[in-house]
């Protein structure tokens, strides 16, 4: 295949569209190897504008996450401005809270840390590195894979710029994706949930957190639930995870605070401004988008799909940026591995991510049955305590699904693989125990009905 780019050379300009989490540690990594990059945003300097509303403020990141942002040196940093949770708090209708570990042994954590301090981390270290040039208050409005010409609507007007490279880290609703979603053979599917997303503040208490912040807290209600993360300065994120219908049916003040009293009775009072953030905070849409390609080539430039503009999932596993910053990684990591052709790195990087992709959207959606319903069955309870148990007797060789996704970087496509040869070699230790438990049981009968003859005689 030749050289991509607008004059088939090596050295094809480079853009980024969109400087998010993926954006910022794409443009970095880039520039490291000697790449210059231009990366466009739509919003202001997120570093000293107003936090778009209804974008959910923190973010649990783990094990893959930290390894991306190890490499470039914001893995303790990030981790020093982090909340750890050691495992999940179930809240009962009656206001019972229940702690389950995430680990075995009780020591591993997710970390809860700010959105933007973390966009705002990976925008300093980007910025730091020589050749990355930021835009922003540039939305990229159309791109012409003919030419490599990308419009950008501005506060001063329409502006164009060129590129032969274009890597689209412009989230789940890719303008840059749309450059290609009616060319032949890409294949595009996006599926919404049926239920959104509204965030509610739970803040301090007498400058204490109102809760537990070494958890992150689950109210599961069947259908649907409420989830809480910690903040640095000891309030909580609460989300709601529910249906259309459910939204809407709550229509005043009063309607909002007597649901809230029914169903979450131990959060209720916890929430001062409850109906305020309710009746004013948006609804975020949550889809699962699959789409295929995710490297295409025109005669004037190659473009790449990267984090959600490639693969948007759901968030009950806290995966999605983790999985967006494995794929800046393996961008890289093609680059080095192929002296820097870019044709040939960005085959490779779409080969070696979409599987596991694939992997994690499957586990994130079944992750939302098992968060807002499963947990509270006490068959699950009793599963994941033998399996915790089977950890312990048996360390590294079977591992739960939750670890092996949040606390280790095998590649997600291997897990449910993994979880299968566990499960099965399992119930074939159970099935040999119950045997020799069985066998145990004849010989004993046949001891003692043995006895008994002797007595007898
Ligand atoms: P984004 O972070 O969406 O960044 C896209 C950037 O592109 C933005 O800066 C945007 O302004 C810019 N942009 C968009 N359009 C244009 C345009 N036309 N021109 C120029 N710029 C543009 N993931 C986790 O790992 N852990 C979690 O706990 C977690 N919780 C979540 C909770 C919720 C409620 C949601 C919705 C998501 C959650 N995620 C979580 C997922 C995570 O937010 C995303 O996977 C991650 O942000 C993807 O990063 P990205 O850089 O690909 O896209």
Known sequence: MPEIGVTGALGAPVAIVGAG??????????????????????????????????????LAISARGLQA???????EPSLSRALPMHGRMVHGRDGQQSFR??????????NSISRTELNAALLDISERTSGVCFRFGHRLRELDMATGQMTFETAAGQRTERAGIVLACDGAYSAARRSVTFRQGFTFWQDYLEHGYKEL??????????????????????????????????????????????????RGAEQVREHFLRDYPDAAGLIPDLAGDYLNNPVGSLATIRCWPW????????????GDAAHAIVPFYGQGANCAFED???????????????????????????????????MALDNFVEMRDRVNSPVFRAKTAARHALERRLPGRYVSQYELVSFTTMPYAQ????????????????????????????????????????TRR
């Open 101 to 110: 570990p995430y680990s075995a042994d009780g020591t591993q954590a997710i």
């Open 201 to 250: 503040t739970m803040p301090a208490r007498d400058g204490q957190f109102a809760l537990d912040p070494d958890a992150l807290h689950i109210w599961p209600r069947g259908s649907s639930m409420m989830i809480a993360l910690p903040n640095l300065d000891r309030s909580f994120t609460c989300t709601l995870f529910w249906t259309g219908e459910e939204f809407a049916a709550l």
């Open 328 to 362: 800046c990684i393996e961008i890289d990591r093609c680059l080095a591995e192929t002296g820097g052709s870019w044709s040939a790195a960005l085959a490779a990087y779409e080969q070696r991510r979409k599987a596991n992709c694939d992997a994690i959207a499957d």
């Open 69 to 75: 942002l190890d490499q470039v040196g914001l893995r």
């Open 415 to 454: 897990i449910p693989g993994r979880m299968r040869r566990q499960d099965r070699a399992t119930a074939l230790a159970v099935a040999g125990l119950a045997g020799a438990a069985a066998a145990l049981a004849g010989v004993a009968a046949a001891a003692a009905a043995g006895a008994a003859r002797r």
């Open 21 to 58: 989490l993926a954006g910022c540690l794409l443009a970095t990594l880039l520039a490291r190897r000697g790449t210059e990059v231009t990366v466009y945003e739509r919003r202001d300097d997120p570093r000293v504008a107003v936090p778009e509303r209804g974008r959910s403020i923190n």
């Open 295 to 306: 490297a295409h080539h025109g005669a004037g430039c190659a473009l790449a799909l990267v």
